[in-house]
């Protein structure tokens, strides 16, 4: 007999959903965590191989059903969601890149580990420039949360007093040594009132930083957390008299067999996508019509490629040029530094690279005698940089088209507008004169970017306020409609930012999970 | 079948099975049979372009990726004979892209030099290749020519780079790890469903 005495139910086993059931067993309450995919034996399933040991040479297969996931190679192919298995649909020339991990651990298991806060410029945007809607939080609000995020993945970086980009509790790193191409950049940037920082990223432990190694072990020791693998939810229960969410059925991912499971307390912790999509199927949750919309995500490349004249022909070396460089947003933080067009973004920069043969436009001898004279004497820029939220830009069920086990799929409209353009085109001018001035030779240069999704941080479409009209969540990430229904990832994200989220998922999530525990202590659920 | 046949099928089929499954592997060592891949012990049968084609195709590798600094080239990688096979199992748009770049490039050889492209020396090449060279672009080149050179660059580079060939010639390199021919974690497939 199944044992039915679960306090909480938490679909999804990423960031967000590990951090739930990390905080509510300590709380001592008992928790189920169902994840669709199966768990992960980094022994077993992980192999050392040579790209020439691969069925494709490296290529990957080409009829992988990868088709958006650039991110995809022969060696990871794997790891990510089949697009046959778990399709998705979006308007005729109009490309959505939905990049999916399913496995227990989720997409935690893969991130880059690039950590930052979210600023009052993003909590406060409306109050700033009018883009977009005010959370119904401050950085001062979630400041205690990211600290005890940062400190539990063990966040390096390097402080700047910045109201742009906040300062964490971070575990000490040495500075480091700069090459000579890194204090050029840095003294133009300087003249430029360009900030110019360092990388902050989460060590976590044994280099991994992920659900399964820093959050989920320790709910399980609590003894009170089962996880079942490979249930694949399709629906959220609502006892009809209440009106208050009983549970989900889920089905098994192999056998298809259909089961109940049920719990005083839903915790959707899906994936921003995912827990919209089980919402939008469940048809639940969604008296202000908003469940879906408001999808924004941050747009990644604008690349832009230099070479120092004096590390070319065989001369780079550590001194000289090499290091990492990384400008937080500098844009319409005041009158003097306002652009056409609003939000701002971050330019990450590696310094020491060799660019792609695919750069030059020349093939045999003399394409190697131009990579050889290039050979780490590059300097790369992109961007991270934030996407406005607009109502147009939403997900719907797609009632035509159905996933492997029968449930109907995600319809995904979203665009880019002239606000990212004119960014872009910024960004990429931007680069180009800092360049310039730090005496490099431009290479390439692009504003183009990626498809929306590519960043692999979908964010919106269930946003939180204090209106429950004109928001799906409170400020707990708690439902509106259904007070026992959280949602704890990315999806309810009022603007983005130009940050990557995992930091400021995190710490919501812990937020809304003390919140969710003394309100049923308090017996408010 | 008629029904006492068909039963003596099924009590066969189970019998065998359960003997199979009876099987133990003797206690100790386990047992492990050695293999080579099936490149090292035979040669690809080309499936998919003419041999006009692959002739064509082989005479671009040598040009495009040709040997150098003690590193093999696409034509010792076999890049070209490796490019039969990916482009045959390709989606139809990459078929076509390639089918007609290599039969462009050899009737321009007849129409310029009178001759099949793998007859032609390396100058003669280049009045035929430089033209289809275009610099970098975020979105690929829109012209189908000039959009297969640059695949064909690109993809000769990952065939050699990735072959053992170079993975041999790189063996003591100190730069391998994580450059050509380096090994890298491979995931296999994860609880799949069938």
């Known amino acids: ?525 | 079948m008629q029904r006492r046949r068909f039963m003596q099928a099924v009590t066969t089929a189970s019998t065998a099975a359960t003997a199979a499954a009876q099987q133990t592997p003797p206690a100790g060592e386990p047992i492990k049979i050695g293999t080579v891949s099936a490149d090292a012990a035979a040669e690809p049968v080309s499936r998919f372009f003419t041999s006009r084609q692959l002739a064509v195709l082989r005479h671009l590798s040598r040009l495009i990726l040709p040997a150098s600094n003690g590193r093999p080239g696409a034509a010792e990688a076999g890049a070209a004979e490796f490019l039969d096979f990916l482009i045959s199992v390709s989606p139809a748009p990459r078929q076509q892209l390639y089918r007609g770049g290599l039969d462009f490039v050899d009737a321009e050889a007849e129409r310029l030099f009178a001759k099949p492209f793998p007859e032609i020396d390396e100058q003669q090449a280049d009045k035929i290749l430089r033209p289809l060279l275009t610099p970098w672009t975020f979105d690929p080149p829109a012209n189908p020519r000039q959009r297969f050179l640059a695949e064909l660059r690109a993809d000769l580079r990952t065939a050699t780079m990735n072959s053992k060939e170079m993975a041999r010639a790189t063996a003591n390199s100190p730069r391998r790890r994580r450059g050509p021919g380096g090994a890298a974690p491979y995931w296999l497939p994860i609880d799949p469903t069938r």
């Not at chain 1, 909480?8 to 086993?13: D, E, H, R």
Request: with cysteine; hydrophobic share 35%; proline share 5%.
């Open chain 1, 1 to 525: 007999m199944a044992n039915q005495n679960y306090d909480v139910l938490i679909v999804g086993s990423g960031h967000s959903g590990g951090m739930a059931a990390g905080v509510l067993t300590q709380k001592g309450l008992r928790c189920l965590m169902l994840n669709a995919g199966p768990v992960v034996d980094f022994e077993r399933d992980r192999k050392f191989k040579a790209a020439h040991e691969l069925p494709y040479r490296g290529f990957g297969n080409p009829n992988a059903h990868l088709d958006h996931v650039y991110q995809a190679n022969e060696f990871n192919a794997n790891t990510w969601v089949s697009e046959k298995e778990a399709p998705y649909s979006y308007p005729p020339g109009a490309p959505y890149n939905w990049v999916r991990v399913r496995l227990v651990g989720g997409r935690s298991l893969f991130w880059a580990r690039q950590s930052f806060r979210l600023s009052d410029y993003e909590f406060k945007a409306a109050d700033h420039d009018g883009a977009g809607d005010n959370w119904p939080i401050s950085h001062d609000d979630l400041a205690p949360y990211y600290s005890r995020v940062e400190r539990q993945f063990r966040v390096t970086g390097r402080k700047e007093g910045l109201p742009q980009f906040p300062d964490g509790d971070f575990v000490s790193v040495a500075d480091g040594s700069e090459s000579e191409c890194q204090k050029r950049i840095t003294a133009e940037a300087r003249k430029m009132e360009i900030p110019v920082s360092r990388m902050r990223a989460a060590l976590g432990e044994g280099g991994l930083a992920s659900s399964v190694n820093l959050s989920i072990p320790g709910a399980l020791a609590t003894g009170k957390l089962d996880v079942v693998q490979n249930a694949v939810v399709r629906e959220i229960t609502v006892d009809k008299d209440t009106g208050r969410a009983s549970g989900v059925i889920f089905l098994d991912r192999h056998t298809r067999r259909e089961m109940r499971a049920r719990a005083r307390v839903v915790v959707l912790a899906a994936g921003t996508l995912e827990s919209t999509r089980l919402l939008l199927n469940s048809n639940i949750a969604n008296s202000s019509g908003l469940v879906g919309r408001y999808l924004i995500d941050q747009q990644y490349g604008c690349t832009v490629i230099a070479a120092m004249p004096e590390a070319r022909d065989g001369k780079a070396n550590p001194a000289l040029i090499g290091g990492g460089l990384f400008i937080p947003r500098f844009r319409n933080l005041d009158t003097k530094s306002k652009r056409n067009f609003r939000g701002g973004y971050a330019i990450p920069m590696s310094t020491g690279s060799t660019p792609d043969a695919k750069y030059f436009p020349e093939y045999g001898a003399a394409l190697q005698k131009k990579l050889d004279s290039y050979a780490g004497a590059c300097v790369q820029g992109g961007i991270y940089g934030e996407v406005l939220p607009r109502y147009e830009n939403h997900v719907r069920i797609n009632k035509e088209q159905k996933d492997a086990w029968g449930i109907p799929t995600l319809h995904i409209e979203a665009r880019y507008g002239e606000n990212e353009r004119n960014l872009c085109r910024d960004a990429a001018d931007t680069m180009e004169e800092l360049y310039k001035a730090a005496g490099l030779e431009i290479l390439v240069k692009s504003d183009k970017v990626n498809p929306p999704g590519y960043s692999i941080h979908e964010l919106g479409t269930c946003r939180m306020g204090d209106d429950p009209k004109k928001s799906v969540l409170n400020k707990f990430n708690q439902s509106h409609d259904i007070k026992n229904l959280f949602v704890v990832d990315g999806s309810a994200f009022v603007t983005g930012g130009w940050q990557n989220p995992t930091m400021t998922i995190l710490a919501l999530s812990m937020r809304a999970s003390e919140y969710l525990a003394d309100e049923l202590k308090k017996g408010n659920l």
